[in-house]
């Protein structure tokens, strides 16, 4: 596929918010709507219409609001979600219905009772049900990762015909590696013959820790559209982040893709979920994790500061975060001590950081991190000393 462009569909509001404990109002929905539509998403998956009515109300309320952004509505393969969906949806300048049934045999068979081939017709006629509303219909293969790839293929042909315009292709239980995950878009890519009248998207969870790695192997193979969280909030172990695919794409440009995101809103907005969302970010999260540019290694600090790229392939400001820092630990060495020094306004030399070096390991030694007020301490003592001697 020539075109560059990676569609971010965002799921923050419906995936994200089915995390135990991320439970959204209407208010606090859509003031992050408004927030995601600002940092450049394509598409805001706003909610379930049918679940409930908050969320019904939810998306309605979306809907009037956000004027660039597609406002996505997801259903089952139901009639009545379908209809209920678009009712929601109504107000969207671009209204987008998402609906889909599981195609894996462990679905097929465990989950619906039911035979391939009667799949593949409620597949069919959910995406004919939800064309009745809207021109821009998604329709998702639940399960698509452990699903055998002709019959996907079978499926996603004829729900192509039927008229979808964007198909989903879940790695619903982060079951794949990224070698099959990207060979399965490819296998689409190269054994649908109306695949050019569609965009493949990924939608992959995180139970193996390998969500991202997937979506990336994804757009590789193919596809142009990645379904993602902001934190990678999401069931389970979380779905794909989007601040990790998004840099990804735009540190790797030798894989000629690029996305409309405005990355320095990342921190700001990270930080902002997860308050709303009352979901802390794990310290050593990438790109917006509180340890994502700090150094405390010696090796580390002396590399980073004699030049940044050593030790950091993404300039902090970039995304928006907190400057670097350089954090004393026992494991750090003279230089950081000298540079922490220096920024406290102290003037020693080679000397003076040898004498100062073994005083800052007793104190290391005794707590996990050095902080300014110790080091002023240290260094008005050693001043003294230096006066009186």
Same mark, same amino acid.
């Given at each position: 596929?020539?075109? $560059?462009?990676?569609?971010?569909?965002?799921?923050?509001? *419906?995936?994200?918010?089915?995390?135990?404990?991320?439970?959204?109002?209407?208010?606090?929905?859509?003031?992050?709507?408004?927030?995601?539509?600002?940092?450049?998403?394509?598409?805001?998956?706003?909610?379930?219409?049918? %679940?409930?009515? $908050?969320?019904?109300?939810?998306?309605?309320?979306?809907?009037?609001?956000?004027?660039?952004?597609? +406002?996505? $509505?997801?259903?089952?393969?139901?009639?009545?979600?379908?209809? +209920? !969906?678009?009712?929601?949806? &109504?107000?969207?300048?671009?209204?987008?219905?998402?609906?889909?049934?599981?195609? %894996?045999?462990?679905?097929? &068979?465990?989950?619906?009772?039911?035979? *391939?081939?009667?799949?593949?017709?409620?597949?069919?006629?959910?995406?004919?049900?939800?064309?009745?509303?809207?021109?821009?219909?998604?329709?998702?293969?639940?399960?698509?990762?452990?699903?055998?790839?002709?019959?996907?293929?079978?499926?996603?042909?004829?729900?192509?015909?039927?008229?979808?315009?964007?198909?989903?292709?879940?790695?619903?239980? @982060?079951?794949?590696?990224?070698?099959?995950?990207?060979?399965?878009?490819?296998?689409?890519?190269?054994?649908?013959?109306?695949?050019?009248?569609?965009?493949? %998207?990924?939608?992959?969870?995180?139970?193996?820790?390998?969500?991202? !790695?997937?979506?990336?192997? #994804?757009?590789?193979? $193919?596809? *142009?559209?990645?379904?993602?969280?902001?934190?990678?909030? #999401?069931?389970?172990?979380?779905?794909?982040?989007?601040?990790?695919?998004?840099?990804?794409?735009?540190?790797?440009?030798?894989?000629?893709?690029?996305?409309?995101?405005?990355? &320095?809103?990342?921190?700001?907005?990270? *930080?902002?979920?997860?308050?709303?969302?009352?979901?802390?970010?794990?310290?050593?999260?990438?790109?917006?994790?509180?340890?994502?540019?700090?150094?405390?290694?010696?090796?580390?600090?002396?590399?980073?500061?004699?030049?940044?790229?050593?030790?950091?392939?993404?300039?902090?400001?970039?995304?928006?975060?907190?400057?670097?820092?350089?954090?004393?630990?026992?494991?750090? @060495?003279?230089?950081?001590? !000298?540079?922490?020094?220096?920024?406290?306004?102290?003037?020693?030399?080679?000397?003076?950081?040898?004498?100062?070096?073994?005083?800052?390991?007793?104190?290391?030694? %005794?707590?996990?991190?050095?902080?300014?007020?110790?080091?002023?301490?240290?260094?008005?003592?050693?001043?003294?000393?230096? +006066?009186?001697?």
């Amino acid at each position: 596929m020539a075109e $560059g462009k990676v569609h971010i569909f965002d799921t923050t509001l *419906r995936d994200g918010e089915q995390v135990p404990g991320c439970k959204l109002n209407t208010n606090e929905k859509l003031e992050l709507a408004l927030q995601l539509e600002e940092l450049g998403v394509d598409i805001i998956e706003a909610g379930f219409p049918i %679940s409930s009515p $908050g969320d019904f109300e939810s998306v309605a309320q979306i809907s009037k609001a956000i004027k660039n952004a597609t +406002v996505c $509505g997801l259903s089952r393969a139901v009639q009545k979600d379908i209809e +209920v !969906a678009a009712q929601a949806l &109504k107000y969207a300048v671009r209204p987008r219905i998402h609906t889909g049934i599981g195609t %894996s045999d462990f679905h097929i &068979k465990s989950k619906f009772n039911s035979t *391939r081939e009667d799949i593949l017709q409620r597949a069919i006629q959910c995406v004919k049900w939800a064309r009745n509303f809207t021109d821009d219909v998604e329709f998702y293969a639940e399960d698509a990762g452990r699903t055998d790839n002709d019959y996907l293929a079978q499926v996603i042909e004829a729900v192509i015909k039927a008229g979808a315009t964007v198909v989903n292709i879940p790695d619903t239980t @982060g079951y794949c590696l990224p070698y099959q995950y990207g060979e399965k878009i490819a296998y689409l890519v190269n054994n649908v013959p109306n695949i050019d009248k569609a965009i493949i %998207s990924c939608h992959c969870h995180n139970d193996l820790g390998l969500a991202t !790695a997937n979506s990336i192997a #994804g757009v590789i193979a $193919g596809a *142009r559209q990645i379904e993602c969280t902001i934190n990678g909030l #999401g069931e389970r172990a979380g779905n794909t982040s989007l601040e990790e695919v998004v840099m990804i794409i735009k540190q790797h440009k030798h894989l000629g893709l690029h996305t409309d995101i405005n990355a &320095k809103q990342l921190n700001p907005l990270s *930080r902002i979920v997860s308050d709303t969302m009352r979901m802390p970010v794990q310290p050593n999260k990438a790109i917006v994790g509180s340890n994502a540019f700090s150094h405390s290694s010696g090796i580390h600090q002396d590399g980073f500061l004699k030049d940044a790229l050593t030790y950091e392939i993404i300039n902090p400001e970039e995304v928006g975060a907190d400057s670097s820092k350089i954090v004393l630990t026992a494991r750090s @060495g003279r230089s950081a001590l !000298a540079y922490r020094f220096q920024k406290l306004g102290f003037q020693f030399d080679r000397n003076d950081v040898d004498v100062l070096y073994n005083e800052f390991l007793r104190v290391a030694d %005794s707590k996990k991190e050095v902080e300014d007020g110790d080091l002023q301490t240290m260094g008005k003592q050693h001043q003294s000393n230096a +006066v009186v001697a």
